[in-house]
């Protein structure tokens, strides 16, 4: 019986065939590695998300090639990976670079690597810049899980169905955003995500380096009204805390209810989401359906003292 596991050694003398994935700057050209740029000059074809920006890279970083350039991304992926599979499996050596950082992430590359992999043909990498991993280690946010959340959604549905489904995640989550909606996405993240930490990177290893933390709606508040940020930005937030799933809806329930008595429902909200970190949009929502519990219970005992006061008087029934 054939067994389902394939098994790739890649052997350490450079071979051909092989697929490599190469990191690039992902904006201080002193964090281009040699091998990276050994990749480069030994390839007999790169694949690059843009070919101006990486006739640039080799430029500025002194790398003389023979590969042919050709252009792989999102809108011609389908077309050209067949014909990438089809040089690899002739023999050549084909090198994978984005416009900046690795290669992968947040880009069409995974699928070649998926077709490499089906075909048994090597992959192996040339690690480096990640704006991700940067993010998340100068973010001081918990590292020990993280997930990659792609960029925000830039639709207002799209976007809050996105953070509702990462709203119950314990782990970091990153994020790429857009500058001109990062403080409506951090309001929104504010609403379904709670109290949580968060921390803006823009322009990471470039001069302008810049890094902004705080609490999701203080941050959305310090943005709103103002000049956008320019530049590339990276956001980390905090996952779900222990204390704030530990909160069951019995808990909420008897907060709330607490709250209610003698102070309106946006002001009873507002007393328990600062309480407990929790997203305002779900304590709203459940004060919402309390209310409205409350008001049916007492239209109903409203109703059962008129019939009763219909059917008798002093106890005496009325005909």
Same mark, same amino acid.
């Given at each position: 019986?054939?067994?389902?596991? !394939?098994?790739?050694?890649?052997?350490?003398?450079?071979?051909?065939?092989?697929?490599?994935?190469?990191?690039?700057?992902?904006?201080?050209?002193?964090?281009?590695?040699?091998?990276?740029? %050994? +990749?480069?000059?030994?390839?007999?074809?790169?694949?690059?998300?843009?070919?101006?920006?990486?006739?640039?890279?080799?430029?500025?970083?002194?790398?003389?090639?023979?590969?042919?350039?050709?252009?792989?991304?999102?809108?011609? &992926?389908?077309?050209?990976?067949?014909?990438?599979?089809?040089?690899?499996? =002739?023999?050549?050596?084909?090198?994978?670079?984005?416009?900046?950082?690795?290669?992968?992430?947040?880009?069409?590359?995974?699928?070649?690597?998926?077709?490499?992999?089906?075909?048994?043909?090597?992959?192996?990498?040339?690690?480096?810049?990640?704006?991700?991993?940067?993010?998340?280690?100068?973010?001081?946010?918990? !590292?020990?899980?993280?997930?990659? =959340?792609?960029?925000?959604?830039?639709?207002? !549905?799209?976007?809050?169905?996105?953070?509702?489904?990462? =709203?119950?995640?314990?782990?970091?989550?990153?994020?790429?955003?857009?500058?001109?909606?990062?403080?409506?996405?951090?309001?929104?993240?504010?609403?379904?995500?709670?109290?949580?930490?968060?921390?803006?990177?823009?322009?990471?290893?470039?001069?302008?380096?810049?890094?902004?933390?705080?609490?999701?709606?203080?941050?959305?508040?310090?943005?709103?009204?103002?000049?956008?940020?320019?530049? %590339?930005?990276?956001?980390? *937030?905090?996952?779900?805390?222990?204390?704030?799933?530990?909160?069951?809806?019995?808990?909420?329930?008897?907060?709330?209810?607490?709250?209610?008595? &003698?102070?309106?429902?946006?002001?009873?909200?507002?007393?328990?989401? +600062?309480?407990?970190?929790?997203?305002?949009?779900?304590?709203?929502?459940? +004060?919402?359906?309390?209310?409205?519990?409350?008001?049916?219970?007492?239209?109903?005992?409203?109703?059962?003292? +008129?019939?009763?006061?219909?059917?008798? *008087?002093?106890?005496?029934?009325?005909?």
């Amino acid at each position: 019986m054939t067994s389902p596991v !394939t098994s790739q050694v890649i052997s350490p003398v450079k071979s051909t065939g092989t697929l490599i994935l190469v990191a690039t700057p992902i904006g201080n050209l002193g964090d281009f590695s040699p091998r990276g740029g %050994e +990749a480069l000059a030994e390839a007999d074809i790169i694949a690059c998300e843009d070919t101006r920006v990486t006739r640039k890279l080799l430029t500025l970083t002194a790398t003389s090639t023979n590969a042919r350039l050709v252009a792989y991304h999102d809108h011609n &992926g389908a077309a050209m990976r067949p014909r990438l599979l089809e040089h690899l499996v =002739a023999g050549k050596n084909v090198v994978l670079v984005s416009d900046a950082g690795t290669p992968l992430i947040s880009d069409p590359g995974y699928k070649l690597v998926a077709a490499c992999r089906e075909q048994g043909i090597p992959v192996t990498s040339v690690p480096g810049p990640c704006a991700v991993l940067a993010a998340l280690a100068i973010s001081g946010l918990p !590292t020990d899980r993280f997930m990659f =959340a792609g960029f925000v959604p830039s639709t207002t !549905t799209a976007r809050q169905e996105a953070f509702r489904e990462l =709203a119950s995640l314990s782990a970091t989550s990153i994020w790429f955003a857009t500058p001109s909606k990062l403080a409506t996405c951090l309001a929104d993240m504010a609403e379904i995500f709670g109290q949580r930490q968060a921390v803006i990177t823009r322009e990471l290893t470039k001069l302008h380096e810049e890094v902004l933390q705080g609490t999701l709606s203080d941050l959305a508040t310090s943005l709103s009204g103002g000049a956008p940020l320019k530049g %590339e930005i990276v956001l980390v *937030v905090a996952g779900r805390s222990r204390d704030e799933a530990g909160i069951d809806d019995a808990t909420l329930d008897a907060m709330l209810r607490a709250e209610l008595e &003698g102070q309106r429902l946006r002001e009873a909200v507002k007393s328990v989401v +600062a309480s407990t970190g929790l997203a305002r949009n779900h304590v709203y929502r459940r +004060a919402l359906q309390l209310n409205e519990e409350s008001q049916r219970e007492m239209a109903n005992e409203e109703i059962g003292v +008129a019939e009763i006061g219909v059917g008798e *008087v002093d106890g005496t029934k009325v005909d």
